[in-house]
């Protein structure tokens, strides 16, 4: 149980496009989700907090215009990154948190997505 | 008040040995403690946690110890194997309310044959 999926797990797109992640969590529903973006031998940097039905809360320093992220159900949220800069090139990590189960406060991560803008 | 201090940044240990990874908080309003596992190109997958009620859990060849007073908590790996070899995050968050989690700068374990 608890299986966050998401896709693309790669994509290429050219500077200037916008390229859309998808996260799901496939056994559990999920009020809150997560997004995350990782570096290169680098921990995981928090970029939002994605609440169903409600407008995402984004850390310090990250763009939301820039970083779109809906979450229209309980099992989809869709970060959209918009106008990609060869600077966005990242491995993003989505990561979901049953709300099913009372109590529960575990993260479960997707697979990450690998963006290489060129 | 955020920070979790992870230690060491790289492990090195023969197959068979015990490896330790080393984390420290300074938010005493944290109550979990989870313990990511990561290999290259994958998301981190959750291995272990603990709260505070306990001084130390163990699942399988993965154990936790938590020292509430020194603010410290650490994961052991026992009989450590080549599968073994990947970077471990510790992480750190509240329970209650709204609340994300606090990650460390993970350790980089290579277990060698």
């Known amino acids: 149980g608890a299986v966050v999926s998401q896709h693309p797990s790669w994509v290429i797109c050219k500077s200037g496009t916008s390229v859309k992640i998808e996260c799901r969590s496939l056994?559990?529903?999920?009020?809150?989700m997560f997004w995350y973006r990782q570096f290169p031998k680098q921990s995981l940097m928090l970029m939002a907090t994605s609440n169903e039905g409600s407008k995402a809360t984004y850390e310090q320093g990250v763009e939301k215009d820039k970083f779109l992220i809906n979450h229209a159900s309980l099992t989809l949220s869709t970060l959209t990154v918009t106008s990609a800069h060869p600077e966005d090139s990242s491995f993003y990590i989505c990561s979901a948190r049953d709300s099913e189960t009372s109590g529960s406060y575990e993260q479960y991560f997707g697979p990450g997505t690998r963006l290489t803008v060129t | 008040q955020q920070q979790v201090k992870q230690s060491p940044q790289s492990l090195i240990v023969q197959k068979g040995g015990i490896s330790i990874i080393n984390c420290a908080y300074e938010?005493?309003?944290?109550?979990?403690f989870p313990w990511y596992q990561q290999f290259p190109g994958k998301g981190p997958a959750l291995l272990i946690a603990i709260r505070p009620d306990v001084s130390e859990k163990k699942e399988g060849r993965f154990t936790i110890s938590f020292n509430k007073s020194a603010k410290q908590f650490s994961l052991h790996i026992m009989d450590s194997q080549p599968g073994d070899s990947a970077t471990y995050f510790c992480a750190a968050s509240r329970t209650s309310g709204y609340s994300t989690l606090t990650f460390g700068k993970g350790t980089m374990l290579l277990v060698s044959p």
């Open positions: 938010n005493t309003a944290f109550d979990y």
């Open positions: 056994d559990f529903q999920a009020t809150t």
